[in-house]
């Protein structure tokens, strides 16, 4: 177990949809990263967290958005979806996030996303 | 932004066999190589990370090597079980920030 938590654990919904996904961090981790894992895309960075504010931005749709709250847990919000958005969604934590030194990376579970 | 490449994609081998894996990444300025290992539908899991500060690091029958002037790092499994079936991908984090490029995977099967 890595200490963190992702909700929920599946998620099957229809295009057009609209989902969110949910991520607690490890205790006293301020940075949550966001992952999307498919077949065949193998796993792509979305969008990273630190202490509330957005800190860097991968390859994630304009339809996507995330936040950090005061309590530093995160929201992945999914809209307008589609089939190609089908995947799995890990979101990982560490201490700071700050540039240069390296740090250790946790993932979550994952939640998985379903759209028909 | 960061390149990794992850070589092979699959490899087999007989149990108690060694496997290894190759990363090569493009920016000169990396400096944390982290190795992930994923079951299937689980999550990826650091199994062995190794900073530029060292050219090597061992756990147990896990090891990484580091070559920074030719900018790609391994990871050697020896004595495999089964258990160690599984897809491992390498990372090299952006150095502008802390996000990860991921390898490609290699899924390993280890033949019993």
């Known amino acids: 177990d890595s200490g963190v938590t992702q909700t929920p654990k599946h998620l099957i919904t229809a295009t057009g949809q609209r989902v969110t996904l949910r991520c607690s961090p490890r205790s006293g981790d301020l940075s949550v990263y966001w992952y999307q894992q498919s077949l065949d895309q193998g796993l792509q960075f979305l969008i990273q967290?630190?202490?509330?504010?957005?800190?860097a931005k991968g390859n994630i749709l304009e339809r996507f958005s995330a936040q950090q709250f005061p309590d530093l847990h995160s929201e992945l919000n999914l809209s307008s979806l589609e089939l190609g958005d089908s995947a799995l969604y890990f979101c990982a934590s560490s201490v700071d996030g700050v540039a240069g030194i390296g740090e250790t990376q946790y993932f979550g579970p994952g939640t998985r996303l379903l759209v028909l | 932004g960061e390149n990794v490449e992850q070589h092979p994609s699959t490899l087999s081998v007989q149990e108690g066999d060694s496997a290894v894996i190759k990363c090569t990444y493009s920016?000169?300025?990396?400096?944390?190589f982290p190795w992930y290992k994923q079951e299937l539908g689980k999550r990826p899991q650091l199994i062995i990370d190794?900073?530029?500060?060292?050219g090597e690091k061992k756990d147990q029958r896990i090891a990484v090597t580091l070559n920074k002037t030719a900018k790609h790092f391994s990871l050697h499994i020896t004595e495999t079980q089964p258990e160690d079936s599984a897809v491992y991908f390498c990372?090299?984090?952006?150095?502008?920030?802390?996000?990860?490029?991921f390898g490609t995977g290699t899924r390993l099967t280890i033949i019993p």
């Open positions: 990372a090299v984090p952006n150095f502008g920030n802390e996000k990860l490029t």
């Open positions: 920016d000169s300025a990396s400096n944390y």
């Open positions: 967290y630190y202490n509330g504010e957005e800190r």
């Open positions: 190794i900073r530029s500060n060292v």
